[in-house]
């Protein structure tokens, strides 16, 4: 079973959506899929309350459910779980963090962002796992290649000495109004660009195994 933990002590990163479309993204090619919901703020419970399709399964918890479920879930062989933290909430996304085989800390690109992304590098270094930057609502790339504000969020993003993912996502309105109804963006538009990126951020989240 792989546990990818979706990390980001600010609020407003986009980290709930981007987990919602990666597990959308891991139903879709044939794996038992679970999303694990500690966020208060319910936000995948809810999406799933307006889906209409039984897959992935969304469980409401707390971090103290987190161990016992992720038990519970191995012996089932579940294929992928993923993780959606609370901001603000250092203990739980310790935990979550510490019971992850990967965590993925969501950052924009601009400053403000960059700059409050310490406590996220903080809570997992302390647990030493496997973990990365993921860029998210990023300016869409020009034909040329990204643009100049997520070239020099990566080399800002030097100073914490974590990998950070080749792909980044973009700040696209198929991510969001796919979500209204209950669907994912590569349900939605599946040949739009914002499901190439979801795709090709999946494929390289599987190469870290």
């Not at 965590?103 to 647990?127: K, Y």
Request: charge should be neutral.
């Amino acid at each position: 079973m792989r546990t990818v933990c979706l990390l980001a002590q600010k609020g407003g990163t986009g980290k709930t959506t981007l987990c919602l479309h990666l597990a959308v993204l891991a139903s879709e090619l044939g794996h038992d899929v679970a999303i694990i919901d500690i966020d208060p703020q319910a936000s995948a419970s809810a999406w799933k309350r307006r889906r209409q399709s039984d897959t992935p399964e969304v469980l409401r918890q707390t971090a103290a459910d987190l161990p016992g479920t992720l038990a519970r879930l191995a012996q089932q062989n579940r294929h992928w779980v993923f993780l959606d933290t609370a901001p603000h909430s250092s203990h739980d996304a310790a935990t979550a963090a510490e019971l992850a085989d990967l965590v993925l800390i969501v950052s924009r690109p601009a400053i403000l962002d960059l700059e409050a992304i310490g406590e996220s590098v903080r809570i997992v270094r302390q647990q030493g796992g496997r973990s990365a930057i993921v860029l998210n609502a990023c300016p869409p790339p020009h034909r040329s290649g990204e643009t100049a504000i997520v070239r020099e969020a990566r080399e800002a993003l030097g100073v914490y000495g974590l990998p950070v993912a080749p792909v980044s996502i973009s700040q696209r309105a198929a991510f969001s109004h796919a979500l209204i109804d209950g669907h994912a963006v590569t349900e939605f538009e599946t040949a739009g660009k914002a499901a190439g990126e979801i795709r090709r951020l999946y494929d390289w989240i599987d190469t870290q195994w």
